[in-house]
């Protein structure tokens, strides 16, 4: 599932980013909020959403594996838990992002003010010289 939500946020300043039925127990998906690459992970009851992009390589988490509550990078095999952003399996990396979400009925909902506070991350290629 991969979806763009650029529409603005309810009064309440949450916006929808999937229905409960789009996710699967242990798989990653994809969204995008206000230009921000995110996903979203459901592991048991918990629904989480943060950044896609790993803080360390830029690699895309949504291809990554998730298990105990952790996404695993797929470059580099570094671990993110998913409540608080903390990297694990031995490596000292900058957090994950983890955004403030809720579930209403049948929805899950991000704050989509947290999310725009944080500048969002970008890959650049830089063209090799000739």
């Not at 980013?17 to 992970?41: I, K, Y």
């Not at 694990?88 to 909902?109: A, F, H, K, N």
């Given at each position: 599932?991969?979806?763009?939500?650029?529409?603005?946020?309810?009064?309440?300043?949450?916006?929808?980013?999937?229905?409960?039925?789009?996710?699967?127990?242990g798989?990653?998906a994809?969204?995008?909020v206000?230009?921000?690459?995110?996903?979203l992970?459901?592991?048991?009851?918990?629904?989480?959403?943060?950044?896609?992009?790993?803080?360390h390589e830029?690699?895309?988490?949504?291809?990554?594996?998730l298990?105990?509550?952790?996404?695993f990078?797929?470059?580099?095999?570094?671990?993110?838990n998913?409540?608080?952003?903390?990297?694990g399996?031995?490596?000292?990396?900058?957090?994950l992002r983890?955004?403030?979400?809720?579930?209403?009925?049948g929805?899950?909902?991000?704050?989509?003010?947290?999310?725009e506070?944080?500048p969002?991350?970008?890959?650049?290629?830089?063209?090799?010289?000739?």
């Amino acid at each position: 599932m991969t979806c763009d939500r650029s529409d603005p946020p309810a009064p309440d300043g949450w916006t929808a980013v999937a229905t409960l039925a789009d996710l699967t127990e242990g798989a990653l998906a994809p969204v995008e909020v206000a230009g921000h690459r995110l996903m979203l992970a459901l592991t048991g009851a918990r629904v989480s959403v943060c950044q896609r992009l790993c803080p360390h390589e830029y690699a895309d988490l949504s291809r990554g594996r998730l298990d105990g509550g952790r996404v695993f990078c797929p470059r580099h095999r570094a671990s993110f838990n998913l409540v608080d952003g903390a990297s694990g399996g031995g490596w000292d990396l900058p957090s994950l992002r983890v955004y403030p979400t809720e579930i209403r009925g049948g929805q899950v909902w991000v704050e989509q003010a947290a999310v725009e506070a944080d500048p969002p991350l970008r890959i650049v290629r830089i063209a090799p010289r000739v």
